[in-house]
């Protein structure tokens, strides 16, 4: 397998697109590292399924928010596991509203969530990475980072920043083996675009070329690709995965 021997910390990994790129990196051999803020049940749920394929896992409640706490919980990879080789800052949250509406603390949310984490877990994770002079790390975007969405002020600078985080980071430990890669999803369909009114989802559809929703699993496959060894002399990419949506 792929990833044998691997050993993967996705963040947001309870439910939606971190769940699936767990289960993906598991079934290709990782032993899996489930970071959630507060879905226990879907957290335990992703461990059960892990380890049913026949691979470790463990639970790490965590804010990624917060960078102490982020500092502590790859110290807890490393201890259970002996080391860390993948990382997938994935988790994120929306507060959308109109900017004239959008109150200070659903921006402060956003951006603290979305992007300061990546630097949070980023940090304390090329600790390690660089003594083994071997990593990978890939960073969940969004096409929104890329095209900005009416609503979405918040949403957007963080994702687009999440971007610039990604290449300037690629530049400064690309000569420790450590490789920093993006994804942006496009519109896909999970818990966060079921809420969605029918008739948004098929204003959506309209725009996309290849007509429907995205699937976690695409998502999923294209992490995958960028954690394996076919990626080697890839960094500072952004993997567009939104059915034509967007090209960049």
């Known amino acids: 397998m792929q990833l044998e021997g691997k050993v993967a910390l996705v963040t947001g990994a309870s439910r939606g697109i971190g769940k699936s790129i767990a289960l993906?990196?598991?079934?290709?051999?990782?032993?899996?590292?489930?970071?959630?803020?507060?879905?226990?049940?879907?957290?335990?749920?992703?461990?059960?399924?892990?380890?049913?394929?026949?691979?470790?896992?463990?639970?790490?409640?965590?804010?990624?928010?917060?960078?102490?706490a982020c500092a502590a919980m790859i110290d807890e990879v490393v201890k259970a596991f002996g080391k860390i080789d993948i990382l997938v800052n994935n988790a994120g949250i929306t507060r959308d509203g109109l900017l004239m509406r959008m109150k200070e603390a659903d921006w402060d949310a956003v951006l603290t969530t979305n992007l300061?984490?990546?630097?949070?877990?980023?940090?304390?994770?090329v600790k390690y990475m660089m003594k083994a002079r071997s990593g990978r790390i890939v960073n969940i975007s969004s096409v929104v980072g890329a095209m900005g969405n009416a609503g979405q002020a918040n949403y957007a600078a963080a994702k687009a920043g999440i971007l610039g985080f990604t290449k300037?980071?690629?530049k400064e430990v690309a000569a420790r083996g450590i490789t920093v890669n993006?994804?942006?999803?496009?519109?896909i369909a999970t818990d966060m675009t079921s809420v969605l009114p029918e008739k948004v989802?098929?204003?959506?559809?309209?725009?996309?070329p290849m007509?429907?929703?995205?699937?976690?699993?695409?998502?999923?496959?294209?992490?995958?690709?960028?954690?394996?060894?076919?990626?080697?002399?890839?960094?500072?990419?952004?993997?567009?995965?939104?059915?034509g949506m967007f090209m960049g």
């Open 182 to 187: 993006a994804v942006a999803p496009g519109f």
């Open 24 to 68: 993906l990196l598991a079934s290709r051999g990782a032993d899996i590292a489930i970071n959630y803020a507060g879905n226990t049940a879907g957290a335990e749920q992703t461990k059960a399924e892990v380890e049913a394929l026949g691979r470790k896992a463990i639970l790490v409640k965590t804010d990624v928010a917060d960078a102490e």
């Open 116 to 125: 300061k984490s990546v630097f949070n877990c980023t940090k304390a994770a």
């Open 211 to 243: 007509g429907r929703l995205g699937d976690p699993e695409d998502i999923a496959k294209a992490v995958a690709f960028l954690v394996s060894d076919e990626a080697a002399y890839i960094t500072g990419q952004t993997l567009h995965v939104n059915g």
């Open 168 to 170: 300037a980071t690629a």
């Open 201 to 208: 989802v098929e204003n959506l559809k309209a725009n996309i």
